[in-house]
């Protein structure tokens, strides 16, 4: 390759060190080993764990609902729902009004399994919270600008 088509080293370094996108996903990363670790005894991810808390609604959530709240495809979120289905913590229906939706509900195990796991949460965050400070709420504020 010739030297005119090399990236400079320097502009390597700079996404290094001030690339927005890298840094989230480092620090999505080590946020989400935390969680990870914390919910490890109830044999959840943390994305599994939220993805459970989002169906504790009053009334089922369609699979597009759920997919635009946690900010995911379709076809991901029902990758993701498969294992909980199989654990009997999610049932997935047709939706009587509409035959082409499906219906997300939490079956008794999953809320019992969402109680449990919920001490547990609120440990792991309150521990990230206090690690972080007073960051916590400008943190929050400036992720949700982009989403």
């Known amino acids: 390759m010739s030297k005119r088509h090399k990236l400079p080293v320097e502009f390597t370094h700079r996404v ?11 620090a999505g990363r080590a946020l989400a080993r935390r969680f990870d670790d914390a919910l490890r005894p109830t044999d959840l991810t943390n994305g ?3 993805l459970l808390i989002s169906l504790n609604r009053l009334e089922p959530p369609t699979i597009g609902n759920v997919s635009a709240l946690m900010a995911m495809d379709r076809t991901t979120l029902t990758a993701n729902l498969k294992p909980l289905e199989r654990r009997g913590l999610v049932k997935v229906a047709v939706d009587p009004a509409d035959k082409r939706s499906r219906l997300l509900t ?9 109680v449990e796991a919920a001490p547990l949460w609120r440990r792991a965050h309150a521990a990230t919270e206090r690690l972080l400070g007073s960051d916590s709420d400008t943190l929050r504020a400036a992720l949700r600008t982009l989403s």
């Open 16 to 26: 290094r060190d001030t690339c927005l996108c890298l840094h989230t996903q480092r």
């Open 48 to 50: 599994q764990f939220s």
């Open 106 to 114: 939490l079956t008794p195990a999953g809320h019992a399994l969402i």
